[in-house]
């Protein structure tokens, strides 16, 4: 008869244990850098604050995206299909495709290279079967991304 309860006295020990472990979760906030991307090939300065076992462990590089201008890349040019996405480097590639109301096909490597939402952080290189096309339709292309991306964020500020 004392086994028994003894078990569960052990077992009801067991449980508050892990119940007061989860109380620590209690006051969790969200990471401001959660929304970021992690990884690529930039690298920090190495040595300030490393470790000889930092070597082991790979580098702690970090690339940031913003995801507005991701986001707005990709719905700018989804008449254009996507060969290859990256987005700890922030590199979009697609082929060719033809543009809705339009008789030439293109192609687009897109790089965001910064987490601001800012012209310099986008690099957008058009192609056609041709050859380069001008730079006025880059600029243009390049301008709707920036426009869709702000379009984004003010609707993401709303919520």
Known sequence: MI???????????ACLVLLAGCAGFQD?????????????????????????????KGAKDEVKVNRFLWTATLQVLDFLPVEAADPFTGLISTGYGTPPGGGQAYRATVLISDPALDARSLNVALQSRG????????????????????????????F
């Not at 380069?132 to 964020?153: F, G, H, K, M, Y």
């Open 131 to 158: 050859g380069p096309v001008s730079a006025a339709t880059e600029r243009a292309v390049e301008d709707a991304i920036l426009n869709r991306a702000r379009q984004l964020r003010i609707n993401a500020a709303k």
């Open 3 to 13: 086994k028994p309860r003894m078990n569960i006295a052990g077992l009801s020990v």
């Open 28 to 56: 969790a906030k969200l990471d401001p850098d959660a929304m970021t991307v992690k990884g690529g090939r930039e690298s920090n300065a190495r040595g300030a604050g490393g470790s000889i076992f930092d070597a082991f």
